[in-house]
Each structure stands twice: as C-alpha cells, then as structure tokens.
C-alpha cells in the first residue's frame, strides 16, 4: 500500500506495562509526526522527526513517553510503565519536505489501559 | 506557546445548507494553513489548505479565507450533503521552516440533517 501504516490498529494493555507502536510513513516521506487523539477530542502534538532526528519533542507528556525513528522511515513510539489516562488513538503522519506540504495519516492505534 | 481555537466544536446544518468553521491562531510566524477531515475510525483527511500570501482559496463546495492581521481564518462548506457529515480540523504550522509541528484545533463535530 501507498498510505502511512500502523500497527497495531488495537492495543489493549495492563496498567504498568510498556507498549510499543510502529509507524510505517509513505516511501520517500522525511518529515514523521506523532499525535495523541483522546475520546471526542482533538489532536494533541508529541513528536516530530525530520529524517531520523527530532527537532521538536516538545508534545512528549512525561518521560514515561519515548520515540525513535531508523533509516529516516519507520518510527516506534514507546509508553513505558502505562496508565490510564495513556489511553487513546495514537496517530502517526508523514509528509514530504520541504517541498510538499500535506501531511498524510495512517488510521491510528487505539490503545487502551486497563 | 502556539495555540490554535476553533469554533463551534459541534454543528447541525440542513442538507443544502451552507456551514461556516472558524479558527484562530496564536503564532504570528505561522504560514500555512491546513483544513483536515475525519470519519470515524480513520485518519484526518486533508481537504484543503491556505498559504499566508493568499486571501482565499475555493475548491468546489469548499473554501477558505485567512485574515493574517486578525489571525483568522475559516472553512466555508456549500450545499451541504450527508456525506459532509465528520468531525472537521484546523491546523497552523510554519512550513519551510525546521519548527514544522503542524498544531490542531479541538475540532467541529458537523452533522448534515437530511
């Protein structure tokens, strides 16, 4: 497929583990963002990587929170010891710069503490 | 820090009728202007996008106009139809700059009564 990819779509995790969640951007894509999508509300921003480096993390809520991104593509965004409040859809979106401006997003994890 | 607000978070229109999202915006550096649709269960979509030299921009039933003195701007839907029926985002960033976090709005749940 052409689009941005992550896995899982669902996550369902006890309370204090870690969780891992991968982004697959489009082919080509430099720019990778990851935001945090709460029950009914917007889109709250955590990280974003231009190749395989992080000019802003500014979004991370807590050092609980912890990104990586390899090879200027796939990007995991690590939780560790998870609460409740972490429960959310997680989106990733990549776009190509700095010569094209849309950003494109994959479907979302939805991750769920129990 | 950046902040954007977008107004009214939830909207009923007829079908056929016109429906009008405003949003305003706190960084006055900020250069583009994307508009994003979601439907349940996927990604945000982006249906258009405005860039800081232009006034207004129409695409079919969809415009959108940017006031860069008072930071505002606005997504104009004509002619309404169900399938308009989604949650609708606005977002600001300085593109073409190393700070390209892309910021949201919480967001217009738009619903088309038939």
């Known amino acids: 497929g052409a689009g941005v990819s992550q896995s899982p779509s669902n996550k369902v995790t006890e309370k204090g583990k870690d969780v891992e969640l991968r982004c697959d951007p489009i082919?080509?894509?430099?720019?990778l963002y990851w935001y945090r999508q709460s029950l009914g509300q917007g889109l709250e921003f955590l990280i974003y990587?231009?190749?395989?480096?992080?000019?802003?993390k500014s979004g991370l809520p807590s050092d609980r929170f912890s990104a990586e991104r390899t090879g200027g593509s796939v990007s995991t965004l690590t939780i560790q010891r998870t609460q409740q409040e972490d429960s959310a859809v997680y989106l990733c979106?990549?776009?190509?710069?700095?010569?094209?401006?849309?950003?494109?997003f994959g479907q979302g994890t939805r991750l769920t503490v129990v | 820090g950046e902040n954007v607000e977008q107004h009214p978070s939830t909207l009923s229109v007829q079908e056929g009728d016109s429906a009008v999202i405003k949003c305003t915006y706190s960084?006055?550096?900020?250069?583009?202007f994307p508009w994003y649709k979601q439907e349940l269960g996927k990604g945000p979509q982006l249906i258009i996008d405005?860039?800081?030299?232009?006034g207004e921009k129409k695409d079919q039933r969809i415009a959108v106009t940017l006031n860069k003195t008072a930071k505002h701007f606005s997504l104009h839907i004509t002619e309404t139809q169900p399938e308009d029926s989604a949650v609708y985002f606005c977002?600001?960033?300085?593109?073409?700059?190393?700070?390209?976090?892309?910021?949201f709005g919480s967001g217009t749940r738009l619903s088309i009564r038939p």
């Open positions: 405005i860039r800081s030299n232009v």
């Open positions: 990587f231009q190749g395989n480096s992080a000019p802003d």
């Open positions: 960084d006055s550096a900020s250069n583009y």
């Open positions: 979106a990549s776009s190509l710069e700095p010569t094209n401006t849309e950003a494109f």
């Open positions: 082919s080509g894509h430099t720019a």
């Open positions: 977002a600001a960033s300085r593109r073409y700059s190393s700070a390209s976090k892309i910021i």
